[in-house]
């Protein structure tokens, strides 16, 4: 019978510790899961707001919307050209048009460029024929960016060939380029 007793008293014990365990382990996970829900929300809200602006791109036909931006990449040993840009976009309902200025400046050559973009807002993005002269000769690209709330976000891919225009890869990942706002001139 004292056996009984003391086999009891220490299925109590392991009961108590395996239920304190499992309390743990539970904890754990709820943890866990608000911090994934937390997490994702967070992802939603940013995506919202990506998108919240870009509708507000497109504006009513007749109606222009402005927008300037710069950048300003100072040369490195891995990206060894300093490349200073400036770029206009006028929207006018889905259309967009506007100006690209720029200097590059490296090891091997300085030279400025400037053309006109044309193109349209295609959902959260903005396609662009950038129309140029580089050292005197004429090229035409498309290029891919997207308004993130006052920063507009070039995304640069690989380019290839495709009749007189050079055309993004966009089965690479985009190395992306950052423009801060500025004042229009």
Same mark, same amino acid.
Request: glycine fraction near 8%; aromatic fraction near 10%.
């Given at each position: ?7 009891? %008293?220490?299925? /109590?014990?392991?009961?108590?510790? @395996? ?7 539970? %904890? ?10 937390? !997490? ?10 990506? =998108? ?22 100072? /040369? ?10 400036? !770029?206009?976009?006028?929207? =006018?309902?889905? %259309? ?20 006109? #973009? ?13 129309? @140029? ?13 997207? #308004? +993130? ?6 995304? +640069?891919?690989?380019?290839?060939? =495709? ?14 380029? !950052? @423009?801060?706002?500025? /004042?229009? %001139?």
């Amino acid at each position: 019978m004292w056996y009984v007793k003391e086999l009891l %008293s220490k299925s /109590a014990k392991y009961i108590k510790n @395996y239920f304190f365990e499992i309390g743990v382990l539970f %904890s754990i996970l709820v943890l866990a899961l608000v911090l994934i829900k937390l !997490v994702g929300l967070e992802k939603n809200t940013e995506k919202r707001e990506v =998108n919240s602006h870009t509708d507000s791109l497109l504006s009513p036909s007749g109606v222009l919307k402005t927008y300037c931006f710069y950048r300003d990449q100072k /040369a490195t040993p891995e990206a060894p050209y300093a490349v200073q840009e400036h !770029v206009q976009m006028t929207i =006018n309902g889905a %259309s967009v048009a506007g100006t690209k200025t720029g200097t590059q400046s490296g090891p091997d050559m300085t030279n400025g460029y400037q053309g006109t #973009l044309v193109g349209e807002v295609k959902g959260d993005e903005i396609e662009v024929i950038f129309s @140029y002269v580089i050292e005197g000769s004429a090229q035409k690209e498309l290029e891919v960016y997207e #308004l +993130r709330s006052d920063w507009l976000v070039k995304k +640069r891919y690989a380019l290839y060939e =495709n009749g007189d225009v050079l055309v993004p890869n966009k089965t690479e990942d985009p190395t992306l380029i !950052v @423009y801060k706002p500025e /004042a229009c %001139s």
